[in-house]
């Protein structure tokens, strides 16, 4: 069985469009789709409950907002499949690339990620973040990550490894590789949203990117400590200069060096607190979510 993981958030019109074009581009092959319902505040929910009335169709509600991130972790941990297909709601994802997803992962791959071959009809500013982000997360991981998205197979072994990895701030596109199962890819084109907006504002989405970095690259921290290093070997030039007799006092250029070292140092405490930051997070060990209704539990019951 094929698990499709879809997780939505205020995405009302796009339950029912979705679920019917998975189930058919899934013709004959045997399925189950999970909605993970992300805290809605529209109708996904009484959408997702109403799809569910077809018994291949699961619906997942979490109690709040809790992101993307943590709506696909539920979402394969609910799967019961030998390989589970993660998507968007939104229908961005083509449902027609699946059934090659599939072919691959029967061909041996444990892992098939769909590359976006363009970017849609996106803001240009955004696809210039969105490259200079996925260099920054090429770095960190040491795997390619330009092109990578969110529409990807996991074979069972995959899936396993992945939820292993038990982060506050799990990165599940990046984690897919870093569990270095081998992985092919499939190229698709990324369809225009079709209704409803898109969910990412500027701030979610730079907060999100920045922990991403910080959560494959301790870089960052040692940066600073090469920037001290350079410093202080300047310093100790314009000292031997000044032992040596050349005429360096100048009031400015005491003033902005004593700047420039205060805004080194200030940078170098921020970057310390931002990881401090996450250790705290992690350390707090909340549940990445909470679940507060299940179509499956109806079910059962
Ligand atoms: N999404 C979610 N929780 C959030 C934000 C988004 O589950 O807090 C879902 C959303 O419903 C969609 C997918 O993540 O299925 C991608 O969201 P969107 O289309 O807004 O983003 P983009 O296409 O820009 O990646
Ligand atoms: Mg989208």
């Known amino acids: 069985m094929i698990s499709i993981v879809i997780p939505a958030f205020n995405e009302e019109e796009n339950i029912f469009p979705a679920a019917e074009a998975v189930c058919g581009a899934l013709k004959g092959e045997e399925h189950e789709i999970i909605f993970v319902d992300d805290g809605s505040t529209d109708e996904s929910w009484s959408e997702i409950l109403r799809a569910a009335e077809d018994p291949n ?13 943590a709506a696909i972790r539920a979402g394969l941990e609910a ?46 500013a955004h696809g210039a973040l969105a490259g200079i982000f996925n260099s920054l997360m090429s770095r960190a991981t040491g795997f390619d990550m330009t092109g990578a998205s969110d529409f990807i197979l996991l074979d069972r072994r995959a899936i396993d490894a992945v939820l292993s990895y038990g982060e506050q701030g799990s990165f599940f596109r990046a984690l ?15 369809a225009a949203r079709e209704r409803g907006r898109g969910k990412w504002t500027f701030k979610k989405l730079a907060g999100y990117a920045l922990r991403n970095v910080a959560s494959f690259s301790s870089l960052p921290l040692y940066i600073s400590f090469f920037a001290g290093g350079a410093i202080s070997l300047i310093g100790l030039v314009l000292l031997i200069l000044g032992l040596c007799g050349a005429n360096l006092e ?14 080194i140092i200030l940078a170098a405490i921020g970057v310390l607190g931002f990881y401090v930051s996450r250790i705290y997070e992690e350390i707090k060990g909340r549940p990445k979510y ?11 019951i």
Not at 58 to 65: A, K, P, Q, V, Y
Not at 176 to 190: C, N, T, W
Request: hydrophobic share 35%; with cysteine.
């Open 250 to 263: 100048s009031f400015t250029a005491g003033i902005s060096v004593v700047i420039i070292l205060a805004g």
């Open 79 to 124: 799967a019961s499949g030998e390989a589970a297909v993660v998507m968007d709601c939104d229908l961005q994802h083509p449902p027609a690339v699946i059934p090659k997803m599939i072919e691959k992962w029967r061909g041996g791959a444990k892992v098939v990620e769909g590359k976006k071959s363009s970017r849609g009809s996106e803001r240009p």
């Open 290 to 300: 909470i679940i507060s209704e299940d179509t499956d539990e109806r079910n059962r």
């Open 57 to 69: 169709i699961r619906g997942i509600r979490f109690s709040r907002n809790f992101g993307k991130e």
């Open 176 to 190: 897919s590789q870093f569990v270095g199962f081998r992985a092919e890819e499939v190229e698709y084109e990324v």
